[in-house]
Structures are given as structure tokens and as C-alpha cells.
């Protein structure tokens, strides 16, 4: 018999997500900051260290970020759990047919929904009910530390290119070099991310790529103002 294979990139969206948000953090903050700095007439050592300490602050205050929300999502499904047991504990009928109206919900006929939903409950009526009422799994149950240093190592990714650039870029063509090299970058994270993620690449890139020129431009105008006022 032949098999069938489906390949869908639906299971990518999380992680996928999550990258590309920190990378593009990452490249748009510390490109930004430094181009204001840059605007306002600053030394190359003032613009080196801006960058440093836009990339160590913007890890930090993503990983801190992510944490606590991530952390929140644990919390609340652990609050959900307990609470899972203790209606199991106290009323297993009741939620055995909470369980047969789901699966009638979705389409299957009344007897095969109590069935299913009778099989499952003596199986493991916690991970049925963790599953099919609350939709928490295995896959995508909340893990705080593991977010928030994926979600920092992504941002210093994306940060590192643009203060490179500054790092190795002459005196004379500094401005241009982040932005021309921060700004294909964004290109091809958004492009990367919609490919992946099965949708148009040109879309992807002209959207990321717009947004992080329009950040620039704006931080760039303000660091020139207050270069100009002496501030």
C-alpha cells in the first residue's frame, strides 16, 4: 500500500514566530540607535557603544519579557490542570459526557462520540480532557527558560550584524553600511519567514523590510534634531 504524506507548516508557526521577532528586533533596535546616534554627530566610540548597549539591553529586556509571559501561560495551565483533576475527582460522568459533546461538536454521531469519549476516560481522562477541552499537549505546553533564551539569542543575532558593520565600516560610509546591510537583512528575514512559513516571500520582505526603514528613518530624524540643537 502506498503511503500518504502531508507536509503542512502549520507545526513551524510557533518557533518560526518567535526567530524572526527577536532577529528583527535585534537588527532594527541596535541599527536605530546607533543611526540616531550617528545623526547626531557622535564620536565612533559613542556609536560603538550605543550599539553594545542596545544589544545588551534589548537581550535582556526580551528574555525578561518573554518569561514572564511565557511564565504566565504556565501558570494559568497548571491552574487549569488542577482544576481538570479535581472535576474528574468529583464528577466523572459529567465529564465524560463534557468529553462526548466535544467530539459531537466535531462531527462524530452520538454513540461514537460516547463511546470515544468512554474508551478515552479509562485510558487517561486527564490527558483526553487536557487535550480535547483545553487544547494543551505536549508540543506546545509553556516552557519559560527555554523562550526566553531563544528569544535573546535570536535578538543578539539580528543586533551583532549592524554593530559589525559599525564595528568594520569606515569612518566616512558608517551610516550608509548599516543601513544598506541592516535593511537586506530585514529583507531576508522576512522573506525566510514567509517561505517557510508557506506564504508569498516578496510580501514577506517588502513588509519587514518597509517597517524597519520607516523605524530608522525616524530615530535618524530625531538623533539630527538634537545633534543640530546642541543637545
Same mark, same amino acid.
Given at each position: ?72 501561560? %504556565?501558570?494559568?495551565? %497548571? ?41 478515552? @476516560? ?7 480532557? @487536557? ?62 519567514? %514567509? ?16 517597517? $524597519? ?13 538634537? $545633534?543640530?540643537?546642541?543637545?
Amino acid at each position: 500500500m502506498r503511503r500518504h504524506h502531508e507536509h503542512h507548516k502549520q507545526d513551524r508557526i510557533g518557533w518560526l514566530r518567535a526567530a524572526v521577532l527577536g532577529a528583527n528586533d535585534g537588527v532594527i533596535s541596535v541599527s536605530s540607535i546607533m543611526l540616531g546616534v550617528t545623526s547626531a554627530h557622535a564620536s565612533r566610540a559613542s556609536i560603538l557603544l550605543s550599539g553594545v548597549a542596545g544589544l545588551t539591553a534589548g537581550a535582556m529586556s526580551m528574555a525578561a519579557g518573554e518569561y514572564v509571559s511565557v511564565h504566565s501561560q %504556565a501558570d494559568t495551565e %497548571a491552574a487549569e490542570l488542577e482544576r481538570e483533576r479535581l472535576e474528574l475527582a468529583q464528577d466523572p460522568i459529567g465529564e465524560e459526557a463534557e468529553l462526548s459533546q466535544i467530539y459531537m461538536r466535531r462531527g462524530l454521531s452520538a454513540d461514537l462520540s460516547a463511546q470515544v469519549a468512554r474508551e478515552l @476516560m479509562r485510558h487517561d481522562a486527564l490527558t483526553a480532557h @487536557m487535550r480535547d477541552e483545553l487544547g494543551i499537549t505536549g508540543e506546545n505546553t509553556a516552557r519559560p527558560v527555554q523562550a526566553a533564551l531563544a528569544s535573546a539569542a535570536s535578538f543578539t543575532v539580528g543586533a551583532a550584524l549592524p554593530l559589525c558593520l559599525a564595528l568594520l565600516a569606515p569612518a566616512l560610509h558608517t551610516t550608509a553600511l548599516i543601513v544598506i546591510g541592516s535593511l537586506l537583512t530585514l529583507a531576508v528575514l522576512g522573506g525566510l519567514a %514567509a517561505h517557510v512559513g508557506g506564504a508569498s516571500i516578496w510580501k514577506g520582505a517588502v513588509r519587514v523590510t518597509f517597517w $524597519g526603514a520607516f523605524a530608522m528613518a525616524v530615530t535618524a530624524g530625531i538623533g539630527a534634531s538634537m $545633534g543640530y540643537k546642541g543637545l
